[in-house]
């Protein structure tokens, strides 16, 4: 089995200051991971995503993520906070099955940004 | 940009009523997925569906829950009778077999059902 813990449900930051979204996973095997992104009355977007392959990925809007193997962590992380970065983030685990995608949530951590 | 769309934004039924979801997932997608959100809970995977046929489900897809593409383009999601605990925002998702292993699905805006 395979899941995901989202260590903080709000994060409040200051705009322009740097942003620190934390998530740990469990997994029994190699996994893929990703971080999705839902704006106020808005879909779930991808942000970024690890597949094995570099362990610093980089996602849209500045944001980027490291696969840490030996912490089990894939914290998203952004040098300088945007008010428009205001949103709910989810990190997710993926088991593929021949083009069949299953993710796996974490509880979501909800991103403040103060003006 | 091609897009899931869902309708309607928001159904309040009665307990017990049926409910009909509608998707319109990206036209060159082939598996269609359904996730469900209850209030303050996690994101849940409920089923995915391929070339007309159910591919998985999870244990909370019960026989209340059923899916079809009726027409090549629509994908639905029926709930038979429903129960308070069906309120929830339910995500419908597709995605390109050439994206296999990559966890991209294309999620649409999310149908809020409300159970009174």
């Known amino acids: 089995a395979q899941s995901v813990t989202q260590l903080d449900s709000h994060v409040s930051v200051s705009e322009g200051t740097p942003v620190l979204l934390r998530c740990n996973y469990s997994?029994?095997?190699?996994?893929?991971l990703f971080w999705y992104v839902q704006h106020p009355n808005k879909g779930l977007q991808l942000l970024l995503k690890?597949?094995?392959?570099?362990?610093l990925v980089k996602g849209i809007n500045g944001f980027e993520a490291e696969f840490k193997k030996s912490e089990t962590s894939f914290h998203l992380t952004k040098p300088s906070a945007h008010m428009s970065d205001a949103a709910e983030y989810f990190c997710?685990?993926?088991?593929?099955?021949?083009?069949?995608?299953?993710?796996?949530f974490g509880t979501g951590t909800r991103l403040t940004i103060i003006p | 940009e091609p897009e899931v769309t869902q309708t309607p934004s928001h159904q309040v039924t009665q307990m017990g009523q049926e409910v009909i979801l509608r998707c319109v997932p990206i036209s060159n997608h082939l598996y269609f997925y359904w996730y469900r959100q209850i209030l303050g809970q996690k994101v849940e995977f409920l089923v995915s569906?391929?070339?007309?046929?159910?591919?998985?489900k999870s244990e909370i897809f019960d026989d209340q829950f059923s899916v079809e593409r009726p027409d090549g383009s629509n994908f639905t999601l029926k709930i038979r009778s429903t129960k308070l605990e069906d309120s929830a925002m339910y995500f419908c998702?597709?995605?390109?077999?050439?994206?296999?292993?990559?966890?991209?699905?294309?999620f649409g805006e999310g149908s809020r059902l409300t159970v009174l």
């Open positions: 690890y597949t094995s392959a570099a362990t």
């Open positions: 997710v685990v993926s088991r593929s099955n021949f083009g069949n995608e299953k993710l796996t």
């Open positions: 569906f391929y070339n007309n046929e159910i591919s998985e």
């Open positions: 998702a597709s995605s390109n077999p050439g994206l296999a292993g990559t966890g991209e699905l294309f």
């Open positions: 997994s029994s095997y190699s996994p893929s």
